[in-house]
């Protein structure tokens, strides 16, 4: 099995100072209203600090998530099968790390299974851990792949994943509906294009 690719943000993310209130939080919701022009105190936006803090609660999880945990648990009883296991059009949303506006998309991860699997669900659950953090999409696909690789021991993994960033749509450049896609192959999948041609082939229905 071939070693793992080094990402740091798998399963070894530190906060590196002390961790603000939810006051603190709510306090800098409402400076960046007030840096914005707003008036944080009329009455649409009285509320708007808690609700936005709420929100990130949701947004950013990952941060409280284990893939490791999430993956604990596997199925040995696979009536000899180790053909590839994809689960595709796995939808999710995350943040980009460099402006913290939305991507959107959707991955297709694929697994050759040696003699263990693990339940359908997992693998989204899996997705969802590191999409819900600051993220670069490159990361997310690197990340997802190197956790499945590591924890689930299979002898393949390939990810591949479609999205639309919000910091190309909606500043810069402004292109709205530009699709960035990203694909990673660990263990049996790294250096079979075979393998990868029959992975896409899957996902396009081909």
């Known amino acids: 099995m071939q070693s ?4 740091p943000s ?5 906060i590196a100072n002390k961790r603000p209130s939810r006051e603190e939080a709510e306090a800098a919701v409402r400076t960046l209203l007030l840096w914005a022009g707003e008036n944080p105190d009329r009455e649409g936006l009285v509320n708007t600090p808690k609700r936005v803090v709420k929100a990130y609660e949701e947004m950013f999880s990952g ?5 490791k945990e999430i993956l604990g648990t596997v199925f040995d009883e696979v009536s000899g099968y180790n053909d590839p296991v994809l689960i ?4 999710f949303y995350s943040h980009c790390e460099h402006h913290m506006v939305p991507i959107i998309g959707k991955a297709h991860v694929a697994y050759m299974p040696d003699g263990q699997v693990v339940g359908l669900s ?14 670069t999409q490159e990361s997310i696909t690197a990340e997802v792949a190197d956790a499945l690789y590591q924890y689930l ?9 479609e999205a639309e960033h919000m910091c190309m749509a909606m500043r810069g450049v402004k292109k709205q509906g530009s699709t960035t896609i990203t694909a990673t192959y660990r263990g049996a999948y ?3 294009v075979e393998a990868q041609v029959n992975f896409v082939k899957m996902i396009r229905n081909l």
């Open 122 to 135: 997992k693998i989204p659950r899996v997705v969802d851990v590191f999409a819900k953090r600051l993220q």
């Open 10 to 14: 798998v399963e070894t993310h530190q």
């Open 88 to 91: 595709k059009d796995i939808p």
């Open 190 to 192: 790294k250096d079979n």
């Open 63 to 67: 941060y409280k998530q284990s893939a």
């Open 4 to 7: 793992l690719q080094k990402s």
């Open 153 to 161: 021991k299979p002898r393949g993994v390939a990810v591949l994943i």
